[in-house]
Every structure is written in C-alpha cells, then in structure tokens.
C-alpha cells in the first residue's frame, strides 16, 4: 500500500513541484531582459486558470475541439483499419500499395494546410482532413501488425470451415487484433492532439487553437498559459481513457481465456 502511495501520489507530485520551480526559475531569468515574461510565471497563471476554467466561454472550444477529434478520429478508424486489413492479407495490395503509404506517412500533416484550405474551403472541414490524415497511420499500422501477430491456426480452421472472407474478417480478424486496433488508436489520440491546434488556426472561429491566437491578439498571455497547461490536462485524460479502454479490453480477454 505504501509503495503504491509513493509510485502513484508521491512521486508524481515531488515532480510537478519541481517542474513548477524550474518554470518559476526560468521566468525569473527571463524577466531581466523581457519585463513581460512575468506573465507567464506560475502564480498569474494559477489565477487565469481558475478563472478560466470557471468561466463558460472556455467549454465552448474545448466542446469544439473534442468534437473535431472524435470526427477525425472516426475518419482514421474507418479508413485505417481496413486499409491494415488489406495490406496484411493480400500481398498483391501490399506490393502496390506500401510505397505510397510509406511516403504519404512520412509527410508532416500540416504540410497540406495550405491545400486543404483550397480544396475544401475554411472551417471544420480542412481541420477534419488534416486530422484523420495524421491519425490514420497509427491505426492503420497496427492494424497490420495485429493481423501479422493472429495464429495461422485460426486463419486455417476458419477457412476449413469455408468460412467466407466477410465471416473471416468479422469473425476471426477483427475479435483478435482488438488490442493492437486499442493501441493505435491511442497512439492516433496523441498525434491528433498535437495536430489539433496548429489546424485550428485554420480558418475556424472556435476552438482551443483558434483560442490561443485570440489571447495572443488580446496580449492576455496569463490567459494563453493558463489555456496551455489545460489543454495539456485535456490531452493527458483523453490518452488516460485510451489506457483504460486497453487495459479493460485485455483484462476481459485474459478472463475469456482463463475460463
């Protein structure tokens, strides 16, 4: 129990403080030469938070924003995990396919801002683009390592069974790669989260992106740390909830199996 305390309270406390007393330290320094950086400092920020996140007007992005992700997420998912299906179970696909994906991957998303803007006009519809082409890697990936992972046996009892290619992938694929389908799909939470504010500033009049340019036109840079840090928070209890579905997912399995 004490170690628990310790590894999961303690620690993670000793290190927040020392974080915080490193920034302080750091806008201390700062201060010298650039007098407005004591905005940034610990306690003027504390106070943007609280009364940040005890306004209304702040919930109205973060709404906003998780909306987008969930949409692109949505986007990523469908279009990633039969992708990863596809490439795995047929090699003619795979060899025809895998350069271009390996090179569409290695572009950085928010190299199509401009594009995206051209093609699909502003608003919501360029953010959702840019962010299910970031998370579909992720999800398509391990899709494609979770069906290399499967047992051949199941592929060959299924197929001896003259089970159809729909009742395969249903049946057998699907059930048995959930877990590394979790996985990427965590891995997709954290890239589109980082992705999410760059595409914000895109041409959407709402959202924590689009928030952070207003408290940086606003000069309120109290405000835009106090906006950072919660959506460092927002971002730490979405990849926590991905966590949880992982851990939840291989527990019901590890008891299906035990029985």
Same mark, same amino acid.
């Given at each position: 129990?004490?170690?628990?305390?310790?590894?999961?309270?303690?620690?993670?406390?000793?290190?927040?403080?020392?974080?915080?007393?490193?920034?302080?330290?750091?806008? =201390?320094?700062?201060?010298?030469? %650039?007098?407005?950086?004591?905005?940034? +400092?610990?306690?003027? #920020?504390?106070?943007?938070?609280?009364?940040?996140?005890?306004?209304?007007?702040?919930?109205?992005?973060?709404?906003?924003?998780?909306?987008?992700?969930?949409?692109?997420?949505?986007?990523?998912?469908?279009?990633?995990?039969?992708?990863?299906?596809?490439?795995? #179970?047929?090699?003619?696909?795979?060899?025809?396919?895998?350069?271009?994906?390996?090179?569409?991957?290695?572009? =950085?998303?928010?190299?199509?801002?401009?594009?995206?803007?051209?093609?699909?006009?502003?608003?919501?519809?360029?953010?959702?683009?840019?962010?299910? $082409?970031?998370?579909?890697?992720?999800?398509?990936?391990? #899709?494609?390592?979770?069906?290399?992972?499967?047992?051949?046996?199941?592929?060959?009892?299924?197929?001896?069974?003259? @089970?159809t290619r729909t009742?395969?992938?249903?049946?057998?694929?699907?059930?048995?790669? #959930? @877990?590394?389908?979790? %996985?990427?799909?965590?891995?997709?939470? /954290?890239?589109?989260?980082?992705?999410?504010v760059p595409a914000?500033?895109? /041409?959407?009049?709402?959202?924590? /992106?689009?928030?952070?340019?207003?408290?940086?036109?606003?000069?309120?840079?109290?405000?835009?740390? +106090?906006?950072?840090?919660?959506?460092?928070?927002? /971002?730490?209890?979405?990849?926590? @909830?991905?966590? $949880?579905?992982?851990?939840?997912?291989?527990?019901?399995?590890?008891?299906?199996?035990?029985?």
């Amino acid at each position: 129990m004490k170690k628990v305390l310790r590894d999961r309270i303690l620690l993670p406390l000793v290190g927040l403080v020392v974080a915080i007393i490193l920034w302080s330290f750091g806008v =201390s320094l700062l201060e010298e030469q %650039t007098p407005i950086a004591a905005m940034f +400092a610990p306690w003027p #920020t504390a106070n943007a938070f609280v009364d940040l996140v005890t306004g209304a007007d702040i919930w109205l992005h973060v709404y906003l924003s998780l909306k987008r992700v969930v949409i692109g997420l949505a986007f990523a998912f469908v279009i990633g995990v039969p992708l990863g299906i596809l490439v795995a #179970t047929s090699k003619v696909f795979a060899n025809s396919s895998t350069p271009l994906f390996q090179l569409l991957r290695m572009v =950085s998303p928010l190299s199509w801002m401009p594009l995206a803007v051209m093609v699909l006009g502003v608003g919501d519809a360029p953010v959702y683009f840019l962010l299910a $082409f970031a998370a579909v890697w992720p999800v398509m990936l391990n #899709t494609i390592a979770g069906v290399m992972h499967l047992d051949p046996n199941w592929l060959m009892l299924a197929k001896s069974l003259s @089970a159809t290619r729909t009742e395969l992938v249903l049946r057998v694929i699907l059930p048995g790669i #959930t @877990a590394h389908i979790l %996985t990427g799909v965590r891995l997709a939470i /954290g890239i589109i989260w980082i992705v999410l504010v760059p595409a914000e500033m895109l /041409g959407v009049s709402a959202g924590l /992106g689009y928030f952070i340019l207003d408290t940086r036109d606003r000069l309120a840079y109290s405000e835009l740390m +106090a906006a950072i840090i919660l959506i460092g928070m927002l /971002g730490y209890f979405l990849d926590y @909830a991905a966590r $949880f579905a992982h851990a939840r997912w291989s527990h019901v399995k590890e008891r299906e199996f035990g029985r």
